[in-house]
T-cell receptor
Framework: IAGITQAPTSQILAAGRRMTLRCTQD?????MYWYRQDLGLGLRLIHY???????GKGEVPDGYSVSRANTDDFPLTLASAVPSQTSVYFC???????????FGSGTRLTVV | ELKVEQNPLFLSMQEGKNYTIYCNYS?????LYWYRQDPGKSLESLFV?????AVKQEGRLMASLDTKARLSTLHITAAVHDLSATYFC????????????FGQGTRLTINP
């Protein structure tokens, strides 16, 4: 692993199903973030974590949950997917909150 | 609450021309980042500007920061097609802030 890795790259998901997007970094960054990017709406923050064991809500947290059991991993879970959650999801990390981000390659999720 | 606005949001220009993208922000900050996103790709870091008057250059791109005017500019010199992308600025709100605040992005298209 080099940098920050997201999986899967893309996914088609039936509405109502549960889905976890994975994010792993090997840079020992303290802070991690989940964004969604929709056409015309830019980047919107879903959840963040300043350090292992802590998480916070961003602008659009409803329908999503996160956990940060260790420094490296920051999974994003959709408990019961809805079509409005169709989007491209980016995970990012930074050495400390507010410092420059390194972004993962993204997960393109389609909920049908 | 910090607000970040980019101008213009869309820009179509010809190869060989010069142009400037503007990033205005609403409260004091001394740390600003520029990112580039190619279509269908993730965001990659371009520049970090850490003080008033800071200037960074790479190839045909030059970024500057005026903290008194709360303004950063990204100047493109003699544009080439390869610079077609969406450019985002992101601002650090200040001590204690949990995350960067992103502008809406400027979608730049450079035509032959």
């Amino acid at each position: 692993i080099a940098g920050i890795t997201q999986a899967p790259t893309s996914q088609i998901l039936a509405a109502g199903r549960r889905m976890t997007l994975r994010c792993t970094q090997d840079m020992r960054h303290n802070a991690m973030y989940w964004y969604r990017q929709d056409l015309g709406l830019g980047l919107r923050l879903i959840h963040y974590s300043n350090t292992a064991g802590t998480t916070g809500k961003g602008e659009v947290p409803d329908g999503y949950s996160v956990s940060r059991a260790n420094t490296d991993d920051f999974p994003l879970t959709l408990a019961s997917a809805v079509p409005s959650q169709t989007s491209v999801y980016f995970c990012a990390s930074s050495v400390s909150p507010g410092y420059g981000y390194t972004f993962g390659s993204g997960t393109r999720l389609t909920v049908v | 609450e910090l607000k970040v606005e980019q101008n213009p949001l869309f820009l179509s220009m010809q190869e060989g021309k010069n142009y400037t993208i503007y990033c205005n922000y609403s409260t004091t900050s001394d740390r600003l980042y520029w990112y580039r996103q190619d279509p269908g790709k993730s965001l990659e870091s371009l520049f970090v500007l850490l003080s008033n008057g800071a200037v960074k250059q790479e190839g045909r791109l030059m970024a500057s920061l005026d903290t008194k005017a709360r303004l950063s500019t990204l100047h493109i010199t003699a544009a080439v097609h390869d610079l077609s992308a969406t450019y985002f600025c992101a601002v650090y709100p200040g001590k204690g802030a949990q995350k960067l605040v992103f502008g809406q992005g400027t979608r730049l298209t450079i035509n032959p």
